[in-house]
């Protein structure tokens, strides 16, 4: 799962769907994939959903609440969106702030 969700040419609708389905995949088999959840949150693009998105699904899962490199990276998501667009310039990029550039070799 990891290795697929952090492909740049993952071809999805949207990151709100492979945020989703990183917390359907873990809720599966949570006992065994629970402690990879830091490791896959990594790789979900929060920072290119919505605001509204965040603070009404994410903020509030249950599987975030107790992990802190998962509090992390929804408070890096919050604070990209409270960025002005000038500011945005300025501050460090990393993954999760570059939209995927899809390739249609894998779908979610």
Wanted: proline fraction near 7%; include cysteine.
């Amino acid at each position: 799962m990891v290795k697929l969700i952090s492909s740049n040419e993952l071809t999805v609708p949207s990151e709100e769907k492979i945020f989703e389905s990183v917390i359907r995949w873990v809720k599966h088999d949570l006992d065994s994939r629970k402690p990879i959840l830091p490791q896959l949150m990594e790789h979900v693009r929060l920072p290119l959903t919505s605001k509204d998105y965040i603070l009404k699904n994410v903020v509030d899962e249950p599987l975030l609440n107790n992990c802190f490199k998962c509090k992390d990276y929804v408070i890096e998501a919050l604070y990209f969106h409270l960025l002005k667009a000038d500011e945005l310039i300025t501050v460090p990029h990393n993954i999760r702030t570059i939209p995927r550039q899809p390739g249609g070799i894998h779908k979610v």
